[in-house]
């Protein structure tokens, strides 16, 4: 899982628009990406990929999407790894808790 390593308010710098509603009020920003239909949110704590839905509460009536924008959800979140934006989550628990070999039980 990944995680913001900034504020979510950083990430208008990466075209992300404030949530309507009671998600804005909280700080949680979006956005929207047209190649693969995907919406990216992010709060101060929580970074998420989720289908775009028309009737998302979050989403403002003219969605903050770039249509001819080429690059997918996943060159985005690389782009925000590359800016140390985002983090995995693994790495504040240790990746060899989480590793398959040590639940099978191997050092």
Do not use: Q
Request: glycine fraction near 8%; charge should be positive.
């Amino acid at each position: 899982m990944l995680i913001p390593k900034t504020k979510a308010k950083e990430f208008e710098r990466f075209g992300f628009k404030k949530c309507k509603g009671e998600y804005g009020k909280n700080g949680c920003y979006y956005l929207c990406v047209a190649r693969g239909v995907k919406m990216l949110f992010v709060s101060d704590v929580c970074f998420a990929v989720m289908d775009w839905g028309k009737h998302d509460p979050r989403i403002h009536k003219n969605a903050n999407c770039r249509y001819n924008d080429n690059r997918t959800y996943l060159d985005i979140i690389y782009e925000l790894i590359k800016a140390d934006m985002l983090e995995s989550d693994n790495m504040k628990v240790g990746y060899k808790e989480n590793s398959i070999s040590h639940k099978r039980g191997e050092p």
